[in-house]
Every structure is written in C-alpha cells, then in structure tokens.
C-alpha cells in the first residue's frame, strides 16, 4: 500500500517534488511514496493508478509553487489532473497539506481557488525553503512519519532493549576473525589466542582467577596446589602425585 501521495504541477514544483520523492523514499522505502512520473510504469493507464494511488495514500502531500494558482484556467478544469487529485483525496478522507515551494510562495487563498478546492485555503501548511533543503526536507519527513505513524522510519537510532534470556552482539573494527557465541554443544577447534589479557582454559576442569579455591578445610582442589598472598621473593618449589619424603643425598 502507497502511504504517501505526491501532488505537483509540471513546471511549478517537479523539481521539488523529486527531492521529497527522493527524501521520503530513502527514510520509508520507495514503495511507500507515490509520484507519478516514478511510480507510473510504461504501458499503464495513468488515469486509473493516479486515482488509485490516491486511494491507496494515508496523506496527499499538495507541492504549491510560486506560480500554482496563476495556472488558474487549469484549476477551474474539472479534469485538470492536479485539481482532480486533490479532490479525490478530499472525497476520500485522505489529510491533504499543502507544501509551499520557495520562499515567494504565499499561503493560498480561497479567492484565487475554485470552490471544489477552497478547502485548500483553510489547511495548515508548510514553507519550504528551497535555500535550505536539509532542513526543510527533515521536516516534511518528520510531519510524515508523525502523521502515518504506520511507516518503518529507517533513520530512527532508538533500539529495543533485547528480551531476558536473548544473546545480542555488535561487532565493529574488527581486522580478522571474530567468533561470538554463547551456548556450545560439540566442539570448537582451531582456536588461536593472541595477546591474551585475562585466564585462557583450553582443557577440562574449573578455572579459577583472583580467588581461593576451597575444598573443605584445605586451600587446594586435586593433586594439589601452590596457594600464596603478598609479595614472594624466594622459590616455589612443588612436587604432586608422589611421594612427600625427601631422600638422602648423601646415599
């Protein structure tokens, strides 16, 4: 379904309807925004998919240039297809805002419209500087996603914080292989360990890191092991598995 219609005149407005073209479709996707000159395949009927996409739009989006109503023995043409437009997004309840393009562009004035669009006159519009596009394209796409909240907004920063229990990874700069994991059931070879900061256990067993290991009253768990707090300026001497006595040198 096309969210988005955009409304222009050859001649007053195209080049501004482009860049809002260009501007919605890469925040919503393209599919989303319906312009005639793009979305109109060779070979269709132009006058059943413009009012049909129409239909199909949450919001009609008027692009009024500086000259819009001095075209106005189009507008009083019943078949003039920019009026007719307009019109059928008022029959069929589609919020239409009229977008004024260029800084000489005055709100419209239900004077200078004929009465099937006077209701143009009364409608909130919104300036478009075309000296500052960035700024004025931001802002139509803001008053867009605002007003069909329905649209996937991609430039949104804003994450969902991931559900208990779920595994959520990013990585970034990363020159080489990067592996990342949680749960494991089988094996996992060919592991290279480079610059290690921390303890590495690559066999069976528990691992222990600044902090005793206590198995009953005895500071030590297995064979046996060498335990020390402080600073140790002597040797370590350990021997596991054998016997406890020392022999005789002098055999």
């Known amino acids: 379904m096309t ?9 007053d407005g195209e080049k501004t309807a482009a860049l809002i073209d260009r501007e919605l479709s890469r925040r919503f996707g393209p599919e989303h925004v319906f312009r005639a000159s793009k979305s109109i395949a060779p070979g269709e009927t132009y006058r059943d998919r413009l009012l049909t996409g129409v239909r199909r739009s949450s919001l009609l989006l008027a692009v009024v240039g500086p000259d819009w109503t001095n075209f106005r023995a189009k507008l009083n043409d019943p078949e003039d297809w920019v009026r007719k437009e307009i019109e059928e997004a008022f029959t069929c309840g589609v ?19 004929p009465p ?3 209701r143009l006159a009364d409608l909130q519009s919104v300036p478009f500087d075309v000296h500052d596009n960035d700024t004025g394209l931001r802002r139509i796409g803001d008053l867009v996603a ?9 430039t949104r920063t ?16 990363v020159s080489g292989t990067a592996v990342q994991s949680r749960d494991f059931t089988g094996d996992v070879g060919g592991t290279v360990v480079k610059d290690s900061q921390g303890p590495v256990h ?12 206590v198995s009953g009253d005895r500071h030590f768990s297995g064979d046996g092991m060498t335990y020390f707090e402080g ?3 002597g040797g370590v001497r350990h ?11 002098s055999r």
Not at 95 to 113: E, M, Q
């Open 3 to 11: 969210e988005v219609f955009i409304n222009y005149r050859t001649g």
């Open 95 to 113: 919020p239409v805002v009229p977008i004024l393009d260029g800084r000489k562009t005055n709100r419209l004035s239900g004077a200078d419209l």
């Open 116 to 118: 099937a669009l006077a």
């Open 146 to 154: 605002e007003m069909v909240p329905g649209l996937c907004d991609g």
């Open 158 to 173: 804003d994450e969902t914080p991931p559900a208990p229990g779920t595994v959520t990874n990013t990585v970034r700069d």
């Open 202 to 213: 690559t066999g069976s067993g528990s691992i222990y890191q600044n902090s005793r290991h």
């Open 231 to 233: 600073d140790n300026h």
């Open 239 to 249: 021997r596991f598995g054998g016997s406890d006595r020392r022999e005789d040198d």
